[in-house]
């Protein structure tokens, strides 16, 4: 291919690897090539025709999209970059747009890195890699929709070292203890035969205790999936802890994504968890996947007083009365349920909208979930001598 197009592509999958999109030098061929054949007549049909080359995680589209803008379409800014990086490829609308959610790890990539011989060479200082105390109460407070690709890499450390309650609950089972006020009389009595039957040495039991099951349904449409992505990697450090935490997702139907998520690598476990699911960044049917859920899987995972975690922001389209009843059916199945939901990162939040007016009666606990900050919250939540005095069905009364 001639001109200056193929030199275009191969900056814009550099700029895609620089902004967490895995992108090999294999596609950049794959892209050339494609483009090469001459049948893509609009932007359209090169949007899609890169988008099936570069993308190969659902979690990636965010990012390729508004790379993608930022590239072939905001003019003004393009030419700038592009005068000392590439030559300037084809621009449209220069209209500035509303920060959107991966834009600024997409900035940080097409911004040209900083040259050796730009500033005079200064002398080597020795530094500590790791975080300030400063950077991490930042890092804590900001939004999982406008961190960068750093700042993601670094909060999924910190997610993976979250320390969860010691909520263990006592079971029918016993156990073997040194010492207590039970006596185990079968133990007792192959103690003393084997000394012969002369003397009795008592053995003593105690009931086993265990930590209670924690089931999550995720919401994984298109108004959730930025978060959704870090939630399920808390799900997965929380997998790797725990021997029963059962993960769902669903968007217009539920999916079971626990099997993949026990995967050794976060990455590889949610890159199965998203060809599992085809519906992630669709639309959002609540009332279906609960009903889905209430039906198979119920009785499966909620057996011995499970923690439900609800991820949703409860933005129900198709409303009716089966919301309500299936939030009450789940309700009443498990110990606690707790509902998490992105949109209490706004402080102007009010329970106006119909789906969640249906689901906050029949929720114990609903908390907010956009940082690390919630995140950790979160984890205090769940312990048994945490603080519920907070009735959830307050927000009903605020907002009427």
């Known amino acids: 291919m001639t001109g200056k197009l193929p030199e275009n592509v191969a900056y814009f999958a550099r700029a ?3 902004a967490g999109v895995p992108v090999g030098p294999g596609a950049v061929v794959e892209a050339v090539e494609a483009l090469a054949e001459g049948a893509l007549g609009e932007r359209d049909d090169v949007y899609w025709a890169l988008h099936a080359i570069f993308v190969k995680k659902h979690e990636d589209s965010v ?11 905001r003019r003004a800014l393009i030419e700038k970059l592009m005068a000392q990086m590439s030559p300037v490829s084809p621009g449209g609308d220069s209209t500035p747009q509303k920060e959107e959610a991966g834009a600024l790890r997409v900035a940080e ?19 500590s890699a790791q975080m ?4 991490r109460e930042t890092l804590k407070s900001r939004d999982f929709a406008q961190m960068s690709a750093a700042e993601i890499a670094r909060a999924k450390q910190l997610i993976a070292g979250l320390s969860l309650p010691d909520d263990r609950v006592p079971t029918r089972r016993f156990q073997a203890a040194h010492q207590g006020a039970r006596i185990d009389p079968r133990r007792t009595f192959r103690r003393s035969l084997r000394g012969g039957g002369g003397s009795i040495d008592l053995a003593f039991r105690e009931r086993a205790e265990v930590h209670p099951p924690v089931v999550a349904l995720v919401d994984i449409s298109g108004s959730m999936a ?5 939630f399920l990697h808390f799900l997965h ?3 790797e802890k725990r021997q029963r935490v059962h993960s769902f997702v669903f968007g217009t139907r539920l999916t079971n994504v626990t099997r993949s998520l026990r995967a050794r690598d976060p990455d590889d476990a949610l890159a199965l968890a998203g060809r599992a699911a085809p519906d992630w960044e669709g639309g959002t049917r ?3 996947a609960l009903h889905t859920f209430n039906r198979i899987w ?4 909620l057996a011995g007083g499970a923690v439900v975690l609800l991820f949703t922001d409860g933005l129900e389209r198709h409303l009716d009365g089966e919301l309500s009843f299936e939030m009450d059916r789940l309700h009443r199945s498990c110990r606690q349920l707790v509902w998490l939901n992105p949109l209490l990162r706004f402080e102007a939040f009010e329970a106006r909208a119909s789906g969640i007016r249906a689901m906050l009666p029949h929720v114990d606990s609903f908390r907010p979930i956009h940082n690390l900050a919630a995140m950790a919250d979160l984890c205090a939540a769940l312990s048994p001598d945490a603080d519920r005095k907070s009735d959830p069905r307050q927000w009903l009364k605020k907002a009427g």
């Open 237 to 239: 450090a929380l997998t």
């Open 298 to 301: 119920s009785r499966r995972v």
């Open 132 to 135: 300030t105390v400063s950077d």
């Open 16 to 18: 895609l690897r620089i």
């Open 286 to 288: 609540i009332s279906t």
């Open 109 to 127: 990539a097409f911004a040209p890195p900083k040259r050796e011989d730009d500033e005079p060479p200064r002398e080597l200082t020795e530094l």
């Open 226 to 230: 930025e978060y959704s992505r870090i």
């Open 63 to 73: 990012v390729y999209d508004q790379a993608f803008r930022l590239f072939w379409r």
